[in-house]
């Protein structure tokens, strides 16, 4: 809660960004405030950094003050996870909705395709191999206004959660998934339930 994020400043949600390890540097991309490449662990880039996303802020919301380490991934569970996502179950929601919906909405960090729609439900509790990876499903991602932002604009234009919520009574999208068997995961690998 103490952090700037997209699910109360949606304008947030239209950063794209890269990561250069070899310089430490990170370059961030938003339609309305340009492009910014600079080092998160030097002091005196932070000011430039703070200039360029306080915009981006509702006037209302507490302002960006500085940069924190985390120490750990960023995710919104508990634990440390990673989001697998149906790329069927969006298709669904997409055709309920009225309106294609960007991959990118949802900040999956792995998308599935050859499943049925909302298939994934069944997956609690059980494990998927990817490449040479092997992850366990933890539970479903309740999910927050942050999805009803579109990413190229950030500006909010769909209503994801009354659609989850009138069509199959739940508001979420999506399962949390921890790593059991570490390995390399590629576009296009074929996946498999355990």
Not at 6 to 23: F, M, P, Q, W
Not at 50 to 64: G, I, K, T
């Amino acid at each position: 809660m103490n952090f700037a994020r997209g699910a109360k400043a949606y304008a947030l949600n239209a950063i794209d960004s890269d990561l250069d390890e070899a310089t430490a540097t990170v370059t961030l991309r938003h339609p309305d405030r340009g492009t910014i490449t600079f080092r998160p662990d030097d002091t005196a880039d932070l000011p430039r950094f703070l200039d360029w996303v306080r915009p981006l802020n509702p006037e209302n919301r507490a302002q960006p003050t500085r940069i924190v380490t985390a120490g750990r991934g960023m995710t919104d569970s508990d634990f440390p996870s990673i989001s697998i996502l149906n790329l069927a179950s969006l298709a669904d929601l997409s055709t309920r909705i009225g309106q294609g919906l960007s991959i990118h909405r949802w900040r999956g960090n792995l998308w599935l395709d050859g499943a049925p729609a909302w298939a994934e439900w069944d997956w609690v509790g059980r494990d998927i191999r990817i490449g040479t990876a092997i992850l366990h499903v933890q539970e479903r991602i309740t999910r927050c206004m942050a999805t009803t932002v579109e990413p190229a604009t950030g500006h909010s234009d769909a209503d994801t959660l009354g659609a989850l919520e009138r069509n199959y009574g739940h508001q979420d999208f999506g399962l949390y998934a921890t790593v059991l068997q570490p390995g390399t995961i590629a576009t296009g690998d074929e996946w498999t339930l355990a």
